[in-house]
């Protein structure tokens, strides 16, 4: 549950919201002991994270160019 938690405050004080929406729905799931519906959210957050990584790193590369 913290790592969701965390996950959620620091995801969105970077602005990636849908990332911080995802984790925010896996926290409340874990809070509530619905472990069946965590996998879908895991793939959802795993997909959203890289997508993330992925812009960041263009953002990135931008700025050292």
Known sequence: VSEAHSLVGSSG????????????????MARR????AADGLL???????ERVKCAFAL???TEEA
């Open 33 to 36: 002991d619905k472990a069946e």
């Open 59 to 61: 953002l990135r590369q």
């Open 43 to 49: 793939a959802q957050l795993e997909a959203e994270f």
């Open 13 to 28: 004080s970077y602005g990636a919201s849908q990332l911080s929406a995802v984790a925010r729905q896996l926290e409340t």
